[in-house]
């Protein structure tokens, strides 16, 4: 077959779908608008009916449609027009949990492909009260739940939306709000579009963005999210697969957590991730977190244009091995074009679910941490032109390590990784731990405040390269600190202490 003859076979096959391809109004099928009668059973007809007729839309107008769960086929949109609501049920009943993972979710798929949630409608979860009502059927012994921390377990409570092996997923526009548990999770899928959404996620505990596990070809972009648990989450749960090729571009993320995280699982693995133009703010922990503690690898990652105001920390590397897991590495991570404000105060504090106050005392934590452990170092990090405003203000009668004690800072190798995992750390611009061939380069480093500890303190680091380092730091002289590091290049004009 010659190039006309393919194309003109491709452009004969595309017209045919798009002719099979046609809306359906959610009226047809008796769907109510109402918000008071349960559809669960008329939508899902519907979304049958459509995939054994070719596919297409189901089109929901100006009202408010209450569901439990339902279940995605092969070829179908749900199209949210302006003005619909699509509404979760408050009862508890209402909701079906499938098994291996064990997970409940409003609208799940399950090995299907080409099929959106679209449009400039809502869905509405109920998150809060649909979690208060699981309590109280807990309670009454009608569902079995662990119930620690005084809620129902994650996976026992609905998210919006839960995709495993799927294929071709289109999410564009929609405002997805108020989930019981994580908003939405992608699960061994395979091209995934996110665009455009808005996410406000903050009515009740664990309320991530949005989280991608082990799945290929994923964008995410134009997106605004504001959550109480982590933004955008990447994760691996098996050991044989991994997140591969995924692009985050042109978000603004507001977390209690964290803004952009890889690995609160990390059996597998992150390669080939772009991290584009993004914008993070009030967030509580870190604005990039990127975690292979699990026996996962993260490698081939690139940060680039980011902007940050009000966090915890700006960036946060580790390696670890919780779970006994040994195989664990990073490497090839290059982050610039940062610039990032680290505030004396708690910057989620006043939102509804903030992140705890824990692993103190502590002063304000240093604005990059890089750590990996003494067998399983970090390497091949680049970091340039970056910026951090640091509140500064360390007071070592509040919380000190003397430089004269980093071999006191525990390792922690199967610890939950966060930044604030080691309590105090002696330094407030940059410290690395464990690290080898690292680039740090037009780097400017701004402390309001007079701080015991110095700007950059090196621990265990081995053929890395700090160049254009610029500090202001009220009455501070010295820079960098290097304890038990070799073949360290530093500024000639830096003021270097050195412990072998």
């Known amino acids: 077959m010659d190039l006309r003859k393919a194309l003109v076979f491709i452009f004969l096959v595309f017209q045919s779908v798009n002719l099979f391809a046609k809306d359906y109004l959610a009226t047809y099928f008796g769907i109510r608008s109402d918000g008071i009668a349960l559809n669960t059973k008329s939508i899902q007809f519907a979304l049958d009916h459509i995939n054994k007729n070719g596919g297409g839309r189901l089109v929901f107008h100006v009202g408010r449609y209450l569901t439990g769960t339902i ?3 092969s070829n179908v949109t749900i199209q949210l027009e302006e003005g619909a609501v699509l509404l979760g049920s408050l009862n508890p009943f209402d909701y079906q949990s499938r098994t291996n993972p064990f997970m ?11 099929i959106g949630i679209t449009g400039k409608g809502m869905i509405d979860g109920q998150g809060k009260q649909v979690a208060l009502n699981y309590i109280d059927v807990i309670d009454k012994g009608l569902i079995k739940d662990k119930f620690r921390n005084g809620r129902p377990e994650i996976e026992t409570r609905p998210m919006i939306i839960y995709f495993r092996g799927c294929k071709n997923i289109t999410i564009r526009n929609v405002l997805l709000k108020n989930s019981a548990s994580w908003n939405q999770t992608y699960d061994q899928c395979k091209n995934i579009t996110v665009d455009s959404i808005t996410v406000d996620n903050k009515d009740y505990w664990n309320e991530d963005g949005v989280d991608i596990v082990d799945c290929d070809s994923v964008s995410i972009t134009n997106s605004f999210f504001d959550v109480a648990d982590d933004g955008i989450c990447l994760k691996s749960h098996d050991s044989k697969l991994f997140c591969n090729n995924v692009f985050i571009r042109n978000n603004t993320v507001r977390s209690s957590a964290n803004a952009i995280k890889f690995g609160t699982v990390s059996r597998g693995g992150f390669k080939n991730i772009r991290i584009i133009n993004n914008k993070v703010y009030d967030t509580y922990r870190s604005a990039i977190a990127l975690e292979a503690v699990d026996g996962g690898f993260i490698e081939n ?3 680039d244009s980011l902007q940050v105001v009000n966090t915890g920390n700006v960036v946060f590397l580790r390696v670890g091995e919780r779970w006994g897991e040994k195989t664990a590495r990073m490497n090839n991570v290059s982050i610039k074009n940062i610039v990032a404000e680290v505030p004396a105060t708690k910057p989620d504090a006043g939102y509804l679910y903030e992140g705890p106050v824990e692993d103190l005392p502590r002063n ?3 604005g990059i941490i890089i750590t ?3 067998n399983k170092k970090i390497t091949g ?4 032109n970056v910026e951090i405003k640091h509140a500064g203000g360390g007071n070592p009668s509040y919380a000190k390590v003397a430089l004269n004690e980093l071999d006191s800072i525990p390792e922690l190798p199967a610890k939950y990784p966060d930044f604030s995992m080691f309590k105090e750390l002696p330094a407030w611009g940059i410290y690395v731990r464990h690290a080898t061939g690292l680039s740090i380069s037009n780097i400017a480093l701004r402390a309001a405040k007079k701080d015991y500890r110095l700007p950059i303190v090196l621990d265990d680091v081995h053929r890395s390269v700090f160049s254009n380092i610029g500090v202001k730091q009220p009455e501070q002289k010295k820079i960098f600190y290097l304890h038990k590091s070799t073949e360290v290049t530093t500024d000639k004009a830096a003021k270097v202490t050195t412990k072998s």
């Open 71 to 73: 279940h995605m086929r």
């Open 104 to 114: 409940t979710s409003m609208i799940f798929a399950d090995s299907v492909e080409n």
């Open 301 to 303: 990652i690139e940060v």
């Open 364 to 366: 304000v934590s240093p």
């Open 372 to 374: 990996g452990l003494p």
């Open 381 to 384: 990090v680049t970091i340039s």
